[in-house]
T-cell receptor, first 112, second 114 residues
Framework: ETGVTQTPRHLVMGMTNKKSLKCEQH?????MYWYKQSAKKPLELMFV???????ENNSVPSRFSPECPNSSHLFLHLHTLQPEDSALYLC???????????FGPGTRLTVT | DQQVKQNSPSLSVQEGRISILNCDYT??????FLWYKKYPAEGPTFLIS?????DKNEDGRFTVFLNKSAKHLSLHIVPSQPGDSAVYFC?????????????FGKGTKLTVNP
């Protein structure tokens, strides 16, 4: 058990839907991350939050909108996605930014 | 319990020479290994990876070597350039119960001196 949970674990959505991914960490960490992992591709960093402030945004399309209401919770709001957005979305947390990261199990997203 | 260890927090190399960054892991279930490079104030970017069925993967000046019996991998940069100065993260992953696990090391700061 990593102490980082993600819900839902699997999500199928149409291109016109709006959905949200949720991440929660129980480790008392101050930094949280969203990553995208497409099939047979390396991990891509999407967003980084430190103490609820966004510190990194790696040129992610605006159809992905992060929200960090407190240091324990991180959301990724999705709207008008494309089929190529189908991937595994991983949340991670660390004590401070760029320290060793603990990952959640991921949400397997399929956009139809 | 640190499953991926980069025991050298920093490394300094002269331009044109070889940089060797090391990484050790403890979990024999890891089957895919990655190196990321991170400049200050930027997120890490993928550099090179290797599957556990291989022992070497080369991409330009970057070569990753995997020694499964020793649970050790290394990144070689030849020749090193000042622009290579960055923090390098080793990461290892495996799939368990349908979920992917990815563990990063703490990073090694490489400085290439002109």
């Amino acid at each position: 058990e990593t102490g980082v949970t993600q819900t839902p674990r699997h999500l199928v959505m149409g291109m016109t839907n709006k959905k949200s991914l949720k991440c929660e960490q129980h480790l008392g960490h101050n930094a949280m991350y969203w990553y995208k992992q497409s099939a047979k591709k390396p991990l891509e960093l999407m967003f980084v939050y430190s103490l609820e402030e966004r510190v990194e945004n790696n040129s992610v399309p605006s159809r992905f909108s992060p929200e960090c209401p407190n240091s324990s919770h991180l959301f990724l709001h999705l709207h008008t996605l494309q089929p190529e957005d189908s991937a595994l979305y991983l949340c991670a947390s660390s004590r401070r930014v760029w320290e060793e990261q603990y990952f959640g199990p991921g949400t397997r997203l399929t956009v139809t | 319990d640190q499953q991926v260890k980069q025991n050298s927090p920093s490394l300094s190399v002269q331009e044109g020479r070889i940089s060797i960054l090391n990484c050790d892991y403890t979990n024999s279930m890891f089957d895919y290994f990655l190196w990321y490079k991170k400049y200050p104030a930027e997120g890490p970017t993928f550099l090179i990876s290797i599957s556990s069925i291989k022992d070497k993967n080369e991409d330009g000046r970057f070569t990753v070597f995997l020694n499964k019996s020793a649970k050790h991998l290394s990144l070689h940069i030849v020749p090193s350039q000042p622009g290579d100065s960055a923090v390098y993260f080793c990461a290892a992953s495996f799939t368990q119960g349908g979920s992917e696990k990815l563990v990063f090391g703490k990073g090694t700061k490489l400085t290439v001196n002109p």
